[in-house]
DNA sequence: GCGCAAGCGTACATTTGCGTACCGTTTGCC
DNA sequence: GGCAAACGGTACGCAAATGTACGCTTGCGC
């Protein structure tokens, strides 16, 4: 099997890649094309190649922010990896792509044979478990301008590009803020030339300003997986 | 052994409960006592019987917000349940109380031995990143009045009580907010007549108003524990 | 029993972000 | 080539939360 695309499917050992390989499933993902909705059993989980995936939560109120994106350094499903069928999460679409499929049942039996396997998924799992709490850190003390940074970068890193196809709409149900506020938070960041923003299209013009313009909410989540997979990580920051 | 007050301990099958007793150290914790730091191996993992722990996210620039609370209801150091020897968080008393400590590398040759044993505290941290990222859409939706009645519910629930000891200051470093804004929300929520409070008390009077006041903040992560641990349901619920 | 510090109440000016609304511009589609 | 919808820019009044500062009470240590 070629290595994929997918970096922690890439970074597990030969034997365990060999377990899940005949049962992945190429597939297009397209944007808000849903893949596990809460209270519902998850069916098969995703490894994606290019675009990304927004887990979000929700509360009973219908209010509803990100807690967290995955792209093609990590994995949908992470219920399924902690031992049970479903989350109390949405997990859609947000920038389209390609990626890999793989039947929950599937996977559980390759975590029951292979504890390395089981290992490998859940050090990311506590990577994204990083992840949401930075993001409760973010939305408490950070304002638009630097939140926005932040996603900018983290949508890069996780995309390996540095164009991001994405609306003001969509970004302000992201960050759960005003669509106009996207609006002037962008344009605090063109001034700054870190960004350059065209319809729908975000582009980093300097990276390091950027990282100094999220000041501080950009980093840790990074940091932690460059540690836990340290062979990824060049490609994931770059 | 006596069945502890720690409820995940609690409801562990008999077998598991052996493999860990012998090694379970009672504990007294203090108020701002730190059982964990970020980015330093975790000695002791931790489970209340009483009182309450914080999980406190960081940035680089110094910013901190509680991403989330345990109890009686869970452990600390899920790190090392992940597979990993430490994380980003600290983690310190809140409320002061007992518990019992366990040494991480007891626990890890528990949880080697055990699948079951594992498979239990894996489904605890799901339902621990469950609590983490209501606290991320909190925090972006809610104002300071609906997460103060968020934080005392969880709080009541985690100790037990209908009595929380706490200054302003505290719960305003907790939530990331300011302090004068703690003494203005508690007292809309005392105007409502569904807590009252006294110098570094507070108690719930009326916990069904209580709850509306959170305006849907309160609820999903204790409806989540509920399904996975039903049996300890009624009573995190008392 | 006095003093001091911790805890709490309050005030004011300021900033940030919100809700809403309207309008220009681009784009895709027929 | 024309039209509708999606997207983005801007404006206005308003609410929420902030930073800062001052002062009162309560309780504890000496």
């Known amino acids: 099997m070629p290595p994929s695309q997918n970096l922690l499917l890439a970074s597990l050992s030969a034997p365990d890649r060999a377990l899940l390989a005949p049962h992945l499933v190429p597939l297009t993902l397209s944007i808000r094309q849903s893949l596990e909705k809460p209270e519902q059993t998850i069916e098969d989980v995703y490894f994606p190649e290019s675009g990304i995936v927004s887990i979000v939560a929700q509360s009973p109120k219908g209010d509803e922010i990100e807690a967290g994106i995955v792209g093609r350094e990590g994995m ?12 109390p999460h949405q997990c859609y679409g947000q920038v389209g792509g390609e990626g890999l499929s793989l039947n929950a049942n599937r996977l559980r039996a390759a975590i029951a044979a292979s504890p ?30 630097e939140r926005l940074a932040r996603w900018i970068l983290m949508a890069s890193d996780r ?13 302000a149900v992201m960050l759960g803020v005003r669509r106009p ?29 950027l990282e100094a313009a999220s000041r501080g909410s950009y980093g840790v989540t990074e940091a932690h997986y460059a540690r836990l997979f340290p062979t990824d990580a060049p490609a994931a920051a770059a």
């Open 116 to 145: 390395s396997l089981h290992r490998h998924m859940l050090l990311f799992a506590q990577v994204f478990m990083t992840q949401i709490s930075q993001t409760a850190l973010a939305n408490g003390r950070s304002n638009i301008t």
């Open 181 to 209: 506020g996207v609006t002037i938070a962008l344009h605090l960041l063109e001034e700054q030339e870190t960004i350059s923003a065209a319809r729908g299209v975000i582009s980093i013009v300097d990276r390091r300003k």
């Open 76 to 87: 949908t499903g992470l219920a399924i990896v902690m031992g049970n069928h479903q989350s």
């Open 159 to 171: 995309l390996g590009s540095n164009e991001v196809n994405l609306t003001h709409e969509f970004l």
